[in-house]
DNA sequence: CCCCTTATGTACCAATAGGTAAGGAATTGG
DNA sequence: CCAATTCCTTACCTATTGGTACATAAGGGG
């Protein structure tokens, strides 16, 4: 069975990232339907009928926003060794954040940190997504330690914590307009610091200087 | 002149404190003035001939919440060193991050990071009185150097930003529900980067076992 | 060619947003 | 005791919010 009734007039996923732009610039109680609909270029009911409602649009959108531009995350976990995989997430982190074609900060913290009380659960689904991130992370230090590049006795779960940490107040950073260079300075010394908590000889000379 | 008129049914500070915390669990647009004035116990009018309106409240409580909640920064500028400073702050902000009869997390950030159309100013005031704080901060730093608890060619900019990039980690951290407990295993792996970014000597036996 | 299906545009809805007008209730100064 | 002043209460305002009913347009299947 092919295609039945009239053909939508808009491609799915271009709306969806114009949508997901919106929320990324305003924030989910920020983007109203006028703007999103606008930014869109549909109407209402296109909308509602294409995506639900305003929630289920912003989830569709964050999900998109994991897919397409937090890819650079899922290549870090790649990366052979611990540090590595580090170094890696937090440098292409922070050139995320600080994109000129793009809102600058992370749609996971500009979506939304403290909601409406009809939206509480908008920002509990981005933080629960968030901290969905740090539990791979951590798994893949559990990963490291048993391939020997991180040291016996490490705390995965801390250690990803921290990187989190780190790139969670980089994003923060990016959206109050902290240049992408200045960032750059704050990942290698959050480097440093992993090095020494993880007790592992750095591989790399200090680039600062 | 005494007072003239009817006396104010209400106590100015206490009621800034209600909307305060109102604010630090919804954030600026997510609280409405039906909730703000229900938490502060009076009518619309008598909030906007005390305060103005919802933008100058939440400027005010805003102003509160940094002479009030955020006190143990300014005590942490005092300390004697720079790794001192850092250690103070980074401490007693995890524990204002996670106090139990306090909202989780920071009004800083809570307050919004981004914001509708109309309200762009309000995540811009925020982003402006954090950097404010990293530059006092940063000051803080080109004191220890010229004191000598911090070496020659030490970054402070860099350093500051740096510590703060990890209290606002945090804050979005403790916002997400994160433990206190975890939050002080991620400031002492901080310690640890700091000391090691500034090349000084670690006064400290490492706390985490 | 007609029917069924699906999408679109317009116009609308109730609820809520932030904000205010107006009159009565306290208080001080004379 | 009255006037002036300040505040509180009730009721209201306009604009906007997220969300929909309904008629119409555009395509495929028989």
Request: aromatic letters at 6%; proline letters at 3%; glycine letters at 8%.
């Given at each position: 069975m092919t295609q039945r009734g009239r053909p939508r007039a808009f491609d799915d996923e271009q709306a969806l990232d114009r949508a997901m732009e919106v929320f990324w610039r305003h924030g989910y109680e920020g983007a109203s339907l006028a703007e999103l609909t606008a930014a869109m270029g549909i109407n209402k009911p296109s909308l509602y009928a294409a995506y639900g409602n305003k929630e289920e649009l912003f989830r569709k959108a964050v999900g998109r926003y994991a897919e397409t531009e937090m890819a650079y995350a899922r290549d870090a976990l790649d990366q052979p060794t611990?540090?590595?995989?580090?170094?890696?997430?937090?440098?292409?982190?922070?050139?995320?954040?600080?994109?000129?074609?793009?809102?600058?900060?992370?749609?996971?913290?500009?979506?939304g940190t403290a909601c409406g009380t009809d939206n509480t659960?908008?920002?509990?689904?981005?933080?629960?997504?968030?901290?969905?991130?740090?539990?791979?992370?951590?798994?893949?230090?559990?990963?490291?330690?048993?391939?020997?590049?991180?040291?016996?006795?490490?705390?995965?779960?801390?250690?990803?914590?921290?990187?989190?940490?780190?790139?969670?107040?980089?994003?923060?950073?990016?959206?109050?307009?902290?240049?992408?260079a200045q960032l750059e300075q704050s990942a290698e010394i959050a480097l440093h610091a992993f090095t020494a908590a993880a007790r592992i000889e750095r591989p790399l000379p200090t680039p600062a200087g």
């Open positions: 611990a540090y590595e995989v580090v170094a890696a997430f937090l440098r292409a982190n922070v050139a995320a954040l600080t994109r000129l074609d793009r809102p600058a900060g992370c749609l996971s913290i500009q979506g659960n908008v920002a509990e689904f981005l933080a629960a997504s968030r901290l969905a991130g740090e539990r791979q992370l951590a798994d893949r230090f559990v990963r490291a330690v048993e391939e020997g590049d991180l040291p016996e006795g490490s705390d995965p779960e801390a250690l990803a914590r921290f990187v989190m940490v780190v790139s969670e107040g980089h994003a923060i950073h990016a959206a109050a307009g902290v240049s992408r």
